[in-house]
């Protein structure tokens, strides 16, 4: 199966939200959450989409300023996880993160995703405190950090 990371535009917004929702269905982002984002490109964002095929099977977004980076969101479709395309778009989201000048990059996580978990600990995030009922749903976020200097 190949790959294939490029710019997320607006035309993608109804194959991401299909993702979206199936990723995240308790707490989902709006169509016009995720335009936002877009429109805020590239001055503080940077948002990727991976397709295999013709297909969108997941995105991802970043937000950028000064020394700092925050992970906003990273999902991939049911049927293409475990496959290593999260952990190419987080690649990417890195390097991003780098060439934008940031030093650190911070991100929650849900409590309740140990997989997501254990992909973040891979690529060396620390935990760094713990966010009550952050999510809709009540579930508690943890919150990561990577130093991009070590």
């Not at 299909?18 to 948002?47: C, I, N």
Request: glycine share 10%.
């Amino acid at each position: 199966m190949s790959v294939t990371l490029r710019p997320m535009t607006h035309d993608d917004l109804p194959a991401v939200m299909k993702v979206e929702r199936e990723t995240f269905p308790l707490d989902a982002w709006s169509e016009g959450m995720l335009r936002g984002e877009l429109d805020d490109q590239p001055r503080t964002r940077h948002y990727v989409v991976a397709v295999v095929g013709e297909e969108i099977v997941g995105y991802a977004g970043l937000y950028a300023a000064g020394d700092q980076a925050d992970v906003q969101t990273i999902a991939v479709s049911e049927g293409h996880r475990r496959a290593g395309i999260g952990g190419a778009m987080l690649t990417e989201l890195l390097a991003e993160a780098v060439r934008r000048g940031a030093t650190s990059v911070f991100l929650e996580v849900r409590a309740d995703n140990p997989e997501a978990q254990a992909v973040y600990d891979r690529f060396g995030f620390e935990r760094i405190g713990l966010r009550r009922r952050y999510y809709e749903d009540g579930t508690d976020a943890i919150m990561m950090r990577k130093d991009l200097n070590a």
